[in-house]
């Protein structure tokens, strides 16, 4: 590879500071004791120590995936701090009261809150280490009666809600990693959207793992109930450290008669250094279920951190002309690993989706697609329509497809369209001989390519991610 | 067309280049002055094609020996961007595809890159939109293919046009049109070469590397130079042309042996 190329695709990660505060932190390891204090320190009801009993027992029974494309050492699931949270003597009522330092953090990482938050028209739910730290614009959304708080106090507040739905769409021994979240979850974001209300702003969470050697495992659920739409977004960023930190997050939607869920990622994890040294475990369960008849469920996702990333935001569409989306842009870079894609499970009928994954591979990183479309029996009338780009730059890296199509239904529609390409010297010569250099010429071209993920997101989001590829890519072209 | 008291724009002395380890150029020597259309004719392999991606920069050619000067300045001091600002252009014989970066997009940031460095206002996407489509009725080009990537899925012809529109909107000091000819059909090839024609003035210069006489008889050179075994043979006028075509290139390499050993 070029040096230009290799120059372009080495930008230092410019969250990777740990910010200085007292922690309450769990001994390290995992156990029933451990399960009960995680629940006695958020003063759970004995239903959800249940839940989280049950699903410890099963994740004993259970055994590590080895089918994803990636490899990485055995986790020592013993050596994990399972909860972390920033110390606060009392509840807190307003911002106002947030820890200054805490506050400062998220101004760095430019989260929006306060004005800046009404100026940006989002209501932002902060999630640091395991607690959630702050929502703002709580008053505005229950006016209409949105409830979007953290998923602790949504066990409080909202308990039958909760308990209705927690677990419906990811049972708790659906997977490893689903069954461990299950198990440990400390905080997360609910938010419930009423029979034919139209969020009035985009609702988004903030992720930040500051504690080394503790885990994050957050839990979100989402109801938009009939009618309702809403659109949400969450970002994560983590310190540099030179272990690994684990991050088994399960999120959860549903969508009732005629509901609409856009859910987007932009993911930017520390991804370990230029020799593959530290970085985040991202070990995800995401996943919708589209009950309703005509109800919609969206997933775009901006991956460009984590050192191993293995997630899949998949969608059940069983009421009747439900659709489900897909729209994925995998950046790896250095000693990334990346197994991602979706699942699309065709129950109702006529129900349709749309997968479009786009996999950018540099330096020494592999980047697999993963998905799978199932058509059910039932599923009459069902169409997908799934497009898998892959884009190589340097000669050291690697692009994988794994598509699994399982149809059956004689009436159902599949079709799959798929593409490897590479940032070429011919297209970078052409680009300098009419004066651009590499540089910005990587940078076009790799926003042409990611054109039709990033075109899905919201308009702030849309130009982070822009950036945010250009930093990470930078210096990896030659 | 030749002018009196022309100033020298591209001076190559003794140029010697090799890709791969193996020496494509071996002593190459022209000088072009302003408002001047060279023609480099040759046989496959001659080298034409080297010399003009050399000139441009290409990184898989290495320069071994002699010198280039551009303006009086030495342009191997210059990296291929820092040519292409400071006026050199190659009309590529095999122009790259770039799928979804558009055409538009990409016209601009090469135009406001070039204006910039000459000290120019560059200009905002409805300004260049208008600049834009006037240089295309140049061309009878179809205005949706702004919108398009660039190359994206063109036929031959739609890419040699809009590498001649780059040509009419970076307004380069020396254009080097690398087989432009090649691929079009004869009407294709009159809108291009009139395209060419009307760019030629006497603040730049033009070099044809073509295979054909064909090309000559829409834009006429000042000079024919005929490359062989990585060397200029022999420098004519356009009637030199004109033989090699009634002729083929052999008996223009006899030729030279018979002066080598005389």
Not at chain 1, 302 to 308: C, R
Not at chain 1, 404 to 428: F, P
Not at chain 2, 97 to 109: D, T, W
Not at chain 2, 214 to 243: C, F, Q, S, W
Request: hydrophobic residues 40%; glycine residues 8%; charged residues 25%.
């Amino acid at each position: 590879m070029s040096a230009v190329l290799q120059k372009l695709v080495n930008q230092p990660y410019k969250h990777g500071f740990v910010t200085e505060i007292e922690s309450d932190i769990a001994p390290k390891g995992l156990n029933e004791d451990i399960i009960r204090l995680i629940s006695s320190k958020k003063e759970e009801p004995e239903w959800l120590l249940e839940f989280r009993l049950k699903a410890y027992e099963q994740w004993l029974k259970m055994e590590e995936p080895r089918w994803p494309n990636v490899k990485y050492p055995k986790i020592d699931f013993q050596s994990i701090s399972y909860y972390a949270a920033p110390k606060q003597k009392k509840k807190l009522n307003s911002m106002d009261e947030v820890d200054p330092e805490l506050l400062r953090t998220f101004e760095k990482l430019g989260v929006p809150m306060h004005e800046r938050a009404a100026l940006a028209g989002v209501a932002v739910d902060v999630i640091f280490d395991s607690v959630s730290v702050a929502t703002t614009y709580k008053q505005k959304l229950a006016e209409v009666g949105i409830i979007f708080c953290s998923i602790s106090e949504a066990v409080h507040e909202h308990p039958d809600l909760v308990k209705q739905y927690l677990g419906t769409v990811v049972p708790v021994g659906d997977n490893y990693y689903a069954a461990l979240n299950s198990a440990v979850f400390t905080d997360g974001t609910f938010c419930f959207i009423p029979k034919g209300v139209k969020c009035p702003m985009d609702l988004a969470t903030y992720f930040r793992i500051n504690t080394e050697e503790s885990g994050q495992f957050e839990r979100t659920l989402i109801i938009g109930a009939e009618g309702s739409s809403v659109s949400y977004l969450e970002g994560c960023t983590a310190p540099k450290f030179d272990t690994n930190q684990l991050h088994a997050a399960v999120v959860e939607l549903v969508a009732l008669d005629n509901a609409d869920i856009k859910y987007s990622t932009v993911q930017n994890w520390y991804a370990g250094d230029e020799n593959g040294m530290g970085g985040i475990y991202n070990f995800v369960t995401k996943r919708g279920l589209a009950k309703g008849v005509n109800s919609r469920i969206s997933w775009t996702q901006v991956e460009t951190g984590s050192a191993i990333t293995w997630k899949y935001p998949s969608c059940i569409l069983q009421g009747e002309n439900s659709v489900g989306e897909f729209y994925s842009v995998a950046v790896t870079n250095n000693y990334q690993q990346a197994d991602t894609g979706t699942k699309m499970v065709h129950i109702g009928k006529n129900t349709r989706s749309t997968i479009v994954s786009k996999g950018i591979s540099a330096g020494h990183s592999n980047n697999s697609y993963r998905g799978l479309v199932r058509i059910a029996p039932t599923a009459t009338g069902a169409r997908n329509y799934s497009q898998c780009d892959s884009m190589l730059i340097g000669d050291k890296c690697g692009a994988h497809t794994f598509p699994y199509i399982q149809v059956r239904n004689q009436e159902a529609k599949v079709e799959h369209e798929a593409s490897t390409s590479k940032i070429g010297e011919d297209q970078l010569f052409y680009f300098a001989q009419r004066g651009i250099g590499s540089e910005e010429a990587v940078s076009m071209i790799i926003n042409g390519f990611c054109k039709d993920v990033f075109q899905q997101l919201p308009m702030e989001f849309a130009v982070e991610a822009t950036k945010l590829l250009g930093f990470k890519l930078e210096g990896s072209v030659g | 067309m030749i002018y009196q008291d022309s100033k020298t724009l591209l001076e190559i002395r003794g140029l010697r280049a090799t890709v791969n380890g193996i020496e494509i150029l071996k002593g190459i020597d022209l000088t072009v002055k302003f408002g001047e259309v060279h023609a480099i004719m040759g046989t496959n392999g001659s080298g034409k094609s080297t010399l003009a991606k050399v000139l441009a920069g290409h990184d898989a050619y290495q320069v071994t020996g002699g010198s280039v000067a551009f303006e009086g300045n030495d342009l191997f001091d210059l990296k291929p961007e820092e040519r292409a600002r400071a006026g050199v252009f190659l009309a590529f014989q095999y122009p790259v595809e770039i799928p979804g970066v558009a055409n538009s997009h990409f016209l601009r940031l090469a135009y406001n890159t070039v204006q910039a460095q000459r000290g120019k206002d560059e200009l905002d996407p409805l300004e260049f939109d208008d600049l834009v489509r006037e240089k295309m009725k140049l061309l009878d080009m179809n205005p949706d293919f702004l919108d398009r990537g660039v190359n994206e899925g063109f036929s031959g012809g739609e890419k040699k046009r809009n590498e001649i529109l780059q040509m009419a909107l970076l307004e380069p000091r020396l254009a080097i049109l690398d087989e432009t000819d090649s691929g079009l059909d004869i009407d294709a090839l009159r809108i291009v070469t009139k395209g060419v024609n009307r760019l030629a003035n006497k603040d730049n210069a033009i070099i044809l590397v073509t295979h054909y006489q064909r090309l000559l008889n829409y834009i006429v050179p000042d000079y024919v130079h005929v490359m062989e075994a990585g060397r200029i043979i022999k420098t004519g006028d356009k009637e030199l042309a004109l033989d090699l075509e009634n002729r083929g290139y052999d008996w223009v390499g006899a030729e030279q042996r018979a002066a080598v050993e005389a």
